[in-house]
């Protein structure tokens, strides 16, 4: 998709509302991703009351499915309404990890007017007899059964936590991923210690998390064909500038635009424009990728040299 800003309203309740949807493109938004529809919706969608657990995932008492914003009917009914409301692309937003029938949502999805698909991995392994490559042997088959079933594009939402991401991410495009997008955040349970429970707990994202980020965008950027998107950590202008350097075609915003509101974006977007005048920039394409890994001066700055130095420079 040609967007007319890097800058993309990434997963999140931010497109619930038509009135926000229609606010954050006046700002300069130029795609709006939806909230994620999860693979147990549809499975609890078709089986209220399932007898026996489906595909391994367990139900139980953690999901409670009345607390979910978007039944997978009024999800397909808020890209029709979101369609309407505003002019730059929908991105649908499918979260799961083991195949099943919820896939056969992708084409319903584009028939409803998504313009993309962003297809979100998160599987935390259990089973220790799971061996890794048939877990990204699994999310490589679920990327080409959907970006098969769909004439629209299909990105993968990755976790940094696979033993080679290049090589997945590789896989991932071969299979038919038009686009990677780096990294899914993983919020962690903590514990009650006077109610004895797991609590879920979600907490925004901070600067410091984009690290890890233009770490893979560099790496990435002169591997693959398709496009890169970085979502995690972008809080400022300078975010921004640094993660086209390493590589990305597009930010996705959420924390930052849930603290400060719509408007940010414009402010993020007068800063880029303001550094690339500085720097005697006209277009985004003239800088992009230009500290990647293929093209930096020193590309040991994102190898092993990058934690050996860091240590050493260390004075107590």
Sequence with gaps: MELRTPFVVGASPLCDDLTMA?????????????????????????????????KGDRPGEYYDFAVYQLTPDAYLRHIE?????????????????????????????EAAGA????????????????????????????????????????SAKLSPFHSSVAQLALALELAGAAGVVLF??????????????????????????????????????????????????????????KSILAGAHSVQLVSVLLKHGPHVITTLREGLEIWMREHGF????????ALNHARCADPAAFERANYVRALQSWRI
């Design 115 to 154: 313009n993309a698909i962003e297809l979100n991995f998160y599987h935390v392994v259990t089973d220790w007899s799971l061996a890794a490559d048939a877990v990204e042997s699994e999310m490589i088959e679920l990327v080409r059964a959907i970006s098969s079933s769909v004439v629209i594009p299909v």
């Design 81 to 109: 309404q979101l369609r309407r409301t505003v002019t730059i692309p929908i991105i649908a937003s499918l979260n799961g990890y083991r195949a099943g029938s919820w896939i056969s949502l992708a084409p319903r999805l």
């Design 282 to 289: 006209s277009e985004l394409g003239q800088f992009r990728g």
């Design 184 to 241: 899914n955040r993983f919020y962690q349970p903590d514990i009650d210690v006077d109610e004895l429970s797991v609590q879920p707990v979600i907490r925004l994202s901070e600067p410091g998390e984009l690290l890890l980020r233009l770490r893979w965008l560099a790496i990435l950027s002169p591997l693959l064909q398709g496009s890169l998107s970085v979502t995690g950590g972008v809080h400022a202008w300078s975010g921004v500038v």
């Design 22 to 54: 229609r606010r954050l493109e006046d700002a300069g938004a130029s795609a709006l991703v939806m909230r994620s529809l999860f693979a147990e919706q549809f499975a609890h969608s078709l089986d209220p009351f399932p007898g026996t657990e489906a």
